[in-house]
């Protein structure tokens, strides 16, 4: 069983950066791909980001490339996604995710899902 919490969410004016962390704890955090979606009010869930267990391979939903970067630090079992430029379409809440299998995250379907965090950013 792997356990995801995210935190670094919250409010923030449009053009302004955040940066949400997503801490993993249970199975070996190394060997797990990670990534980043996001469910805005009254939409439906999307993919966001991800990132493969050794880090060396990343990819982004057409609408953050350029602004949104994911990153892992795996000595301390995290995994972070810096956001700049923010606008206030990114208003959702962002769920960190972790599966085995990148293409598990990139189909939608990864094994593990956090609670969410919040971000608002305001125009």
């Known amino acids: 069983q792997v356990q995801l919490v995210e935190s670094g969410g919250g409010l923030v004016q449009a053009g302004g950066s955040l940066r949400l962390s997503c801490a993993a704890s249970g199975r070996t955090f190394s060997r797990f791909a990670m990534g980043w979606f996001r469910q805005a009010p009254g939409k439906e869930r999307e993919f966001v980001s991800s990132i493969s267990w050794g880090g060396d391979f990343t990819f982004y939903a057409d609408f953050v490339k350029g602004r949104f970067t994911i990153s892992r630090d795996v000595a301390k079992n995290t995994v972070y996604l810096q956001m700049n430029s923010l606008k206030p379409e990114d208003t959702a809440v962002y769920y960190c995710?972790?599966?085995?299998?990148?293409?598990?995250?990139?189909?939608?379907?990864?094994?593990?899902w956090g609670q969410g965090t919040e971000v608002t950013v305001s125009s």
């Open positions: 995710v972790a599966d085995y299998e990148s293409s598990a995250i990139s189909a939608g379907q990864p094994d593990y």
